[in-house]
């Protein structure tokens, strides 16, 4: 009795995962039922696949990502990258898709299989980048590239902007993933700390050097090494540092031995490097070691489409912060009516004072309070005339036990800030934010 081949569809219904076939021009010809039944029950084939998966009319190269179709017919290789998919219902996942290029029997490229697979913790992961700006999924575009690499990366943007949360992307769909991710921010430490923590130390090395301790070049052995504020580093640093880039060994302060290490380096600043190097302040050569794959991170102002939904973000971190949520529209407008010099830490500061002002009820435009340089007195012009003579009255005399209103107006003359509003109640910062949490509870 002669076999029946099984047929091309029961094998694609046989893979661990959704599967479709995609020809040249983004036509879906083949899919097995995890993707039909994950996309669009019975009607993917002969739709496009930037339609269904991205909702979009344009292919997703248009949208500022990696477009794993042209990737696979511009180099005839299998390739991975990390996409945002929605399901048939609208629901965003994130996923990693493995292309392949499907290949007759004449030689030639005919389709692209695409096998996906979901991640599970999209959860943490897309807190990691949040935002569908194009500036935005342009610098992910450079991350899907650069990530699965053992090349050092130099992150370059304003303070702010989130650089340590692109460092921790990047590590996080790197080889060395399951290694340690470990921070050291040289704008923090003075020559002789960074010396210590970076390289660690023998015991006796220097007074108070009691016992041997190992640097964060050792703890980030098999992992990655975030070096934030770079810039900072001290000359005769660099040249420590380099040597360690160059060689994969290190000596600790007052050693003699090299120790081997196997660490990617991902490192950061605010600061003109170029400018530095002419300056002398910066070597050349180390430049160069570290800026392999340089990465400009946009500021908000550049992005403000992504306002909303970091807004969202960061409201659902703080405590109890969902029931803030939906904000109004006109509390957005006026959040999108900034241009945020302090970039995405400003935002989520002005988040944090709006939920303080609004004390559980919802947020309104006159609970988000905007430092602007030409307006010292931030919120002067949005506290009532007899509100603002109560808080001058509580400049001159304290009372023995403050109640709701007097905390709240404090707050507002302060623009939020805790420790300006209990210098002007004449409290503590600690008792002042036992009134916070009795407010709040």
């Given at each position: 009795?002669?076999?029946?081949?099984?047929?091309?569809?029961?094998?694609?219904?046989?893979?661990?995962?959704?599967?479709?076939?995609?020809?040249?021009?983004?036509?879906?010809?083949?899919?097995?039922?995890?993707?039909?039944?994950?996309?669009?029950?019975?009607?993917?084939?002969?739709?496009?696949?930037?339609?269904?998966?991205?909702?979009?009319?344009?292919?997703?190269?248009?949208?500022?990502?990696?477009?794993?179709?042209?990737?696979?017919?511009?180099?005839?290789?299998?390739?991975?990258?990390?996409?945002?998919?929605?399901?048939?219902?609208?629901?965003?996942?994130?996923?990693?898709?493995?292309?392949?290029?499907?290949?007759?029997d004449d030689g030639e490229l005919r389709y692209m299989g695409e096998l996906i697979?979901?991640?599970?913790?999209?959860?943490?992961?897309?807190?990691?980048?949040?935002?569908?700006?194009?500036?935005?999924?342009?610098?992910?575009?450079?991350l899907q590239r650069v990530a699965p690499t053992k090349s050092n990366v130099l992150?370059?943007?304003?303070?702010?902007?989130?650089?340590?949360?692109?460092?921790?992307?990047?590590?996080?769909?790197?080889?060395?993933?399951?290694?340690?991710?470990?921070?050291?921010?040289?704008?923090?430490?003075?020559?002789?700390?960074?010396?210590?923590?970076?390289?660690?130390?023998?015991?006796?090395?220097?007074?108070?050097?009691?016992?041997?301790?190992?640097?964060?070049?050792?703890?980030?052995?098999?992992?990655?090494?975030?070096?934030?504020?770079?810039?900072?580093?001290?000359?005769?640093?660099?040249?420590?540092?380099?040597?360690?880039?160059?060689?994969?060994?290190?000596?600790?302060?007052?050693?003699?031995?090299?120790?081997?290490?196997?660490?990617?380096?991902?490192?950061?600043?605010?600061?003109?490097?170029?400018?530095?190097?002419?300056?002398?302040?910066?070597?050349?050569?180390?430049?160069?070691?570290?800026?392999?794959?340089?990465?400009?991170?946009?500021?908000?102002?550049?992005?403000?489409?992504?306002?909303?939904?970091?807004?969202?973000?960061?409201?659902?971190?703080?405590?109890?912060?969902?029931?803030?949520?939906?904000?109004?529209?006109?509390?957005?407008?006026?959040?999108?009516?900034?241009?945020?010099?302090?970039?995405?830490?400003?935002?989520?500061?002005?988040?944090?004072?709006?939920?303080?002002?609004?004390?559980?009820?919802?947020?309104?435009?006159?609970?988000?309070?905007?430092?602007?340089?030409?307006?010292?007195?931030?919120?002067?012009?949005?506290?009532?005339?007899?509100?603002?003579?109560?808080?001058?009255?509580?400049?001159?005399?304290?009372?023995?036990?403050?109640?709701?209103?007097?905390?709240?107006?404090?707050?507002?003359?302060?623009?939020?800030?805790?420790?300006?509003?209990?210098?002007?109640?004449?409290?503590?910062?600690?008792?002042?934010?036992?009134?916070?949490?009795?407010?709040?509870?």
């Open positions: 009795m002669k076999l029946k081949k099984p047929t091309c569809e029961q094998i694609m219904d046989l893979l661990p995962g959704p599967f479709v076939v995609i020809a040249p021009d983004y036509t879906i010809v083949g899919a097995n039922l995890q993707y039909t039944e994950l996309y669009g029950e019975n009607d993917v084939i002969g739709q496009k696949c930037h339609k269904i998966s991205h909702h979009s009319d344009v292919p997703c190269s248009q949208n500022g990502e990696i477009c794993p179709l042209e990737e696979v017919f511009a180099k005839r290789e299998t390739t991975e990258v990390m996409h945002i998919h929605y399901d048939k219902n609208g629901k965003q996942e994130y996923v990693q898709l493995k292309a392949m290029p499907i290949i007759d697979h979901p991640v599970d913790n999209y959860e943490e992961t897309g807190a990691l980048l949040v935002g569908r700006s194009r500036s935005m999924l342009r610098m992910i575009s450079l992150l370059l943007g304003e303070s702010g902007v989130g650089k340590e949360c692109v460092a921790q992307y990047i590590h996080q769909y790197s080889p060395h993933a399951k290694g340690p991710f470990v921070v050291i921010d040289c704008g923090n430490l003075g020559e002789n700390l960074i010396e210590s923590e970076l390289f660690g130390y023998e015991k006796g090395a220097f007074t108070g050097a009691n016992v041997r301790k190992p640097g964060l070049f050792e703890a980030a052995n098999g992992g990655s090494l975030f070096i934030d504020e770079i810039g900072e580093l001290p000359l005769s640093l660099q040249t420590k540092l380099l040597r360690v880039l160059e060689t994969g060994t290190l000596r600790r302060v007052g050693g003699t031995d090299y120790i081997k290490v196997n660490v990617r380096i991902i490192a950061a600043t605010h600061r003109k490097l170029k400018k530095m190097i002419e300056e002398g302040s910066f070597r050349q050569d180390l430049y160069y070691r570290l800026a392999a794959f340089p990465i400009n991170i946009p500021s908000l102002r550049e992005r403000k489409d992504d306002i909303f939904l970091l807004a969202q973000h960061f409201l659902s971190q703080f405590e109890d912060g969902h029931q803030y949520l939906p904000l109004s529209a006109e509390v957005i407008e006026k959040l999108m009516d900034y241009d945020y010099p302090g970039n995405v830490r400003e935002l989520r500061n002005i988040l944090e004072r709006a939920v303080i002002l609004a004390a559980g009820s919802m947020i309104t435009p006159e609970h988000i309070v905007i430092e602007r340089d030409e307006e010292p007195d931030m919120v002067q012009e949005d506290v009532p005339p007899e509100e603002s003579l109560e808080v001058e009255k509580l400049l001159v005399r304290r009372r023995s036990r403050l109640n709701t209103d007097q905390v709240l107006q404090a707050l507002r003359k302060a623009g939020g800030h805790r420790k300006k509003a209990a210098q002007l109640l004449g409290v503590s910062e600690r008792t002042f934010y036992r009134y916070i949490q009795r407010i709040k509870s």
